[in-house]
């Protein structure tokens, strides 16, 4: 069964320094999306990524934060100074369509010290 | 604005009985809602979904109910079974991204 691949599963990071998150999508899916979960809390929205471009992001989604498809299977979410309130699961999702249907990865542990 | 929400955080329930699982939302223009699952050290799961045209839709070993009258959508599990100790999401989508609610854990006691 196809299924959403991240790398790596844990991060460890000095606090203002950048880290990339990487994604591979199911092959056929269009659509794209960043989530992250603190410890203990829901997962919450980051953005969603469809014909190559940024189509919603929230308010988490600052200008620290930016997303890339580099090729035809990656896609990254880059954080370019990391902060100790970005440590998180990452989760990465795709989709064959616009609805909620989501296939999630397993997500990055990125922790921030 | 609009949130999702759920009745309990936390349910414990006997193997081979069955489950519910409570949300509330407070969106009325919302069409469509999923349920995901969330087990330890995984990501979210696709469960099932339900469009505010349909009150009820079955899947394997679990029914969505939808109750628009009062915003109230449920998720019972037939049978529950150890592996389905997870934490439970409903989340809705109605034109923008999917938006989860706090969760209910569920534990199995066998």
């Known amino acids: 069964e196809p299924e959403v691949t991240q790398t790596p599963s844990h991060q460890v990071t000095q606090m203002g320094q950048e880290v990339i998150l990487r994604c591979v999508p199911i092959?056929?899916?269009?659509?794209f999306y960043w989530y992250r979960q603190i410890l203990g809390q829901k997962v919450e929205f980051l953005v969603s990524f469809y014909n190559n471009e940024i189509s919603e992001k929230s308010e988490i989604f600052d200008d620290q934060f930016s997303v890339e498809r580099p090729d035809g299977s990656n896609f990254t979410l880059k954080i370019r100074s990391t902060k100790l309130e970005d440590s998180a699961m990452y989760f990465c999702?795709?989709?064959?369509?616009?609805?909620?249907?989501?296939?999630f990865g397993s997500g990055t542990q990125l922790s921030v010290l | 604005g609009e949130s999702v929400g759920l009745h309990l955080p936390t349910l414990s329930v006997q193997e081979g009985d069955n489950s519910i699982i409570n949300c509330a939302y407070s969106?009325?223009?919302?069409?469509?809602f999923i349920w995901y699952k969330q087990e330890s050290g995984k990501g979210p799961q696709f469960i099932i979904d339900i469009r505010s045209n349909m009150d009820k839709r079955q899947g394997q070993r679990v029914t969505v109910l939808l109750n628009k009258t009062v915003k109230h959508l449920s998720l019972q599990i037939a049978a529950t079974q150890p592996g389905d100790s997870a934490v439970y999401f409903c989340?809705?989508?109605?034109?923008?991204?999917?938006?989860f609610g706090k969760g209910t854990r569920l534990s199995v006691i066998a």
């Open positions: 999702a795709s989709g064959g369509t616009g609805s909620g249907k989501l296939f």
């Open positions: 989340a809705e989508k109605e034109n923008t991204p999917l938006v």
């Open positions: 969106n009325s223009a919302s069409d469509y």
């Open positions: 092959s056929n899916h269009l659509y």
